[in-house]
Every structure is written in structure tokens, then in C-alpha cells.
């Protein structure tokens, strides 16, 4: 089971991806959480270039797909193979999202590194955490971090693109029968976490 965890800046979907692997890892305990850009020693040293590098969007794309590659060879899929779940925060939809609809890159170029050199691998559940860009700029400024990196610094109108990205993303892919699940990230940690322990219920529930 590959599950990706997906959202702007600021959506909290990184501390919710930890509580969602904590829980999961006392019900099932082959899993495994990982990251994009990352995940491989490789993968996060072209992190660094990536968040942190003046790029133009396709070295962005090809960089972000390197990444990928890796880790897919390396994590991903002899995880999968291995029966393991494999939880990551962020995946494909985030390059579609941030360089596509928020640098307008050319999709078909994504389209076509998708299916070339990732093999066409999607998440079978993928969780959005959807938010206003205002709130999660404010929660962005309310963290002790000083260094921001290149995403993080872009305008409310860039996050915008991107979150609006997200949601014609999502509508595709539920439209495509892909399991994509949107959560509002701007609701009480209770009620986020109850509806994370609901999908890994009702997720575990079917596979008996
Ligand atoms: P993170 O801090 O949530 O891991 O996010 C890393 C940043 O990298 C985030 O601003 C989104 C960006 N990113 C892209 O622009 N393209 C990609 O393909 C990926 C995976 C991340």
C-alpha cells in the first residue's frame, strides 16, 4: 500500500503524516514514512538544490524527477515488493502542483517523465490537506524557522495557483477512480486525527 500525503506550505500535513504512522505502526507494523524531494542520501542533496537554487522550472521538473527516480529504486519500491506500507510525504502530484499550476510548466512535459521514468507508480491513497493560503502563510510566520526556502518565500498568489492546482488534481484523479481524499486542514488536530484513524481503519478493515 503506497499512501502520499500531499498540500501547500503551512498545511501541517508533516505533522499529521508522523501521527499517521505512529498510529498505523501499532496496527501494522511494516510501514514505513519517507519524504519528496529526499528520501535517498542522493535524493537529499538535489532537495537542496531544488528548494534552495535560482532554477528555471523545467531543472526544477528534471530535478524533482531525479529525486523521484531514486527513490523509487531505492525505497519505494522494494518497500512495496517487501508488502510494506509506504507512507510519503509528498509525491508526483506535488511537481504537477507546484511547477505546473504554480510555475505554469509545461504538464505534458510532467505527463511524460511521469510515465518514462517513474513507470506511471501513483499512490493507491492519496491525502490532500487543503487550506487558505492566508492561514497557512500565517502559520509559515508563526514557526521559529528563520530560513524559508524558495516555495516558502513565493506570494499568497503563487500558493493560491498551487492550491488551486491540488484541487483540480484531485478532481482528476477521483474523476480517473483513484482514491484521493480531501481533508481540511484548517479544522481542530482532533478532528484531523479522527479522520486519520478512520482511513487507516477503514483501509486495514478492507484488506481483511
Ligand atoms: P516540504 O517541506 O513539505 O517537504 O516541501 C518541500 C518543498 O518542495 C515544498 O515547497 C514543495 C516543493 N516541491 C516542489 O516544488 N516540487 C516537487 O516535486 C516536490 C516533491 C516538492
Known amino acids: 500500500m503506497f499512501i502520499c500525503f500531499e498540500g501547500i506550505d503551512g498545511s501541517g500535513k508533516s505533522t499529521h503524516l508522523n501521527y499517521f504512522i505512529q498510529k498505523l505502526k501499532l496496527k501494522y507494523a511494516n510501514s514505513i514514512s519517507t519524504r519528496e524531494p529526499g528520501g535517498t542520501s542522493t535524493g537529499e542533496q538535489l532537495r537542496v538544490l ?27 519500491q522494494p518497500a512495496l515488493d517487501d508488502n510494506k506500507w509506504v507512507i510519503s510525504d509528498r509525491f508526483v502530484d506535488s511537481t504537477y502542483a507546484y511547477q505546473g499550476y504554480g510555475k505554469k510548466g509545461n504538464i505534458d512535459f510532467i505527463d511524460n517523465l511521469h510515465k518514462i521514468v517513474c513507470n506511471s507508480l501513483y499512490p493507491d ?62 479544522d481542530s488536530i482532533e478532528n484531523i486525527q ?5 482511513i487507516i481503519f477503514n483501509i486495514l478493515g478492507s484488506q481483511n
Open 50 to 76: 531544488l528548494l534552495h537554487h535560482d532554477l528555471s522550472v523545467e531543472s526544477q521538473i528534471m530535478l524533482a524527477f531525479a529525486s523521484r527516480q531514486i527513490h523509487i529504486q531505492q525505497v519505494i
Open 125 to 186: 491513497l492519496t491525502i490532500l490537506f487543503d487550506i487558505d493560503p492566508i492561514v497557512a502563510c500565517q502559520r509559515r510566520q508563526n514557526r521559529e524557522i528563520s530560513v524559508l526556502d524558495n516555495f516558502e518565500k513565493k506570494s499568497l498568489d503563487f500558493h493560491q495557483d498551487v492550491r488551486n492546482g491540488y484541487l483540480k488534481i484531485a478532481k482528476h484523479n477521483q474523476a480517473q477512480g483513484h482514491k484521493y481524499i480531501i481533508i481540511n486542514a484548517d
Open 194 to 198: 479522527k479522520q486519520l484513524d478512520e
